[in-house]
């Protein structure tokens, strides 16, 4: 078992965090929600006033935070953590940031021997929950070995996508992925139901065919058809539109540098920019069903 501090305990970080609680490890936990610290220390989490009083004594620092700029106030600069903590501890970011800001970390925490990985995951809030977590790691295969057994806590699926920043590179690619196919669920959804269908059965059959996506399978966006899915408790929880939002906007910017052509990732961008400025903004991703059934 091993000392891990958390900092970071949202939709995500909270579930991740407990499931490090309950495998046995020495977990303290920051985050500037007071509720959320005290979710976790009810379950034998240890509390921290300070990001640098929770890594204090720390093998492990973990980090799940809303963005870059989160991650870079955390790490860089003379009074973040990588200026304080010890060579050899072991630092793994989960937040979804883009691959330069990554790397810029990775820089530093090698120029002090920190071993760092970016590791960005899939799976959403259920999986967070569940300890099914997929993570999408960049960074050394030593390090990457080093940091496997404590994701595998929080996960299922643990993979090296390549250097450091690679990790992000693949989950900015997977999450527009993931709004596109949210966005085409919504619509053929929305005009089955125009036409008179019951939106359950549709899904089902569309389950069942060439339509078939993870959308369908596990997170249908229409309400009432999947009891556990964020679409039938009012879209509340779950993946918010502002990240997705965020996400989508750090692919159409790495497309620029690039020079990708991503027309359906753009058009997806655009949809959920549009769902968010409705005020949307605060509900899970799937509520651009709202779009297409606005209630």
């Known amino acids: 078992m091993a000392a891990i501090t958390f900092i970071g305990l949202g939709n995500m970080g909270g579930p991740m965090a407990s499931n490090l609680v309950k495998a046995g490890h020495t977990v303290t936990v920051f985050d500037l929600s007071k509720e959320a610290v005290a979710a976790l220390v009810s379950e034998g989490a240890k509390s921290a006033a300070t990001a640098h009083e929770a890594a204090a004594g720390a093998e492990c620092v973990i980090t799940m935070l809303p963005a870059g700029q989160h991650v870079e106030a955390v790490y860089l600069g003379d009074d973040g953590l990588l200026a304080k903590l010890p060579a050899g501890t072991l630092v793994i970011d989960s937040s979804t940031i883009s691959p330069e800001t990554a790397r810029a970390v990775a820089e530093q925490a090698t120029a002090k021997n920190i071993p760092f990985i970016d590791a960005p995951v899939s799976g959403g809030v259920g999986g967070a929950k569940a300890g099914t977590l997929t993570f999408i790691c960049g960074g050394a295969e030593e390090t990457f070995n080093k940091a496997k057994p404590i994701l ?3 996960g299922k699926n643990i993979f090296l996508a390549g250097e450091h920043g690679a990790g992000q590179v693949a ?38 065919s060439s339509g078939g996506n993870w959308a369908l399978n596990v997170y249908n966006p229409w309400p009432g058809v999947m009891e556990a899915a964020p679409a039938s408790r009012g879209y509340e929880g779950g993946f918010l539109v502002n990240l997705m939002n965020k996400d989508l906007g750090l692919a159409f910017d790495n497309a620029v540098k690039n020079h990708a052509a991503i027309p359906m990732g753009s058009l997806a961008r655009n949809l959920f920019e549009l769902h968010a400025g409705q005020g949307n903004g605060a509900l899970d991703f799937s509520s651009i069903q709202r779009l297409y059934k606005p209630e």
């Not at 527009?176 to 949210?182: E, R, T, V, W």
């Not at 005009?191 to 059965?201: E, S």
């Open 152 to 154: 595998e806590t929080m």
């Open 171 to 208: 989950k900015i690619c997977n999450n527009m992925l993931l709004a596109i196919l949210m966005a085409g669920t919504s619509e053929a959804l929305a005009l089955g139901v125009k036409n008179g269908l019951d939106p359950a059965v549709l899904s089902e059959v569309m389950k069942q």
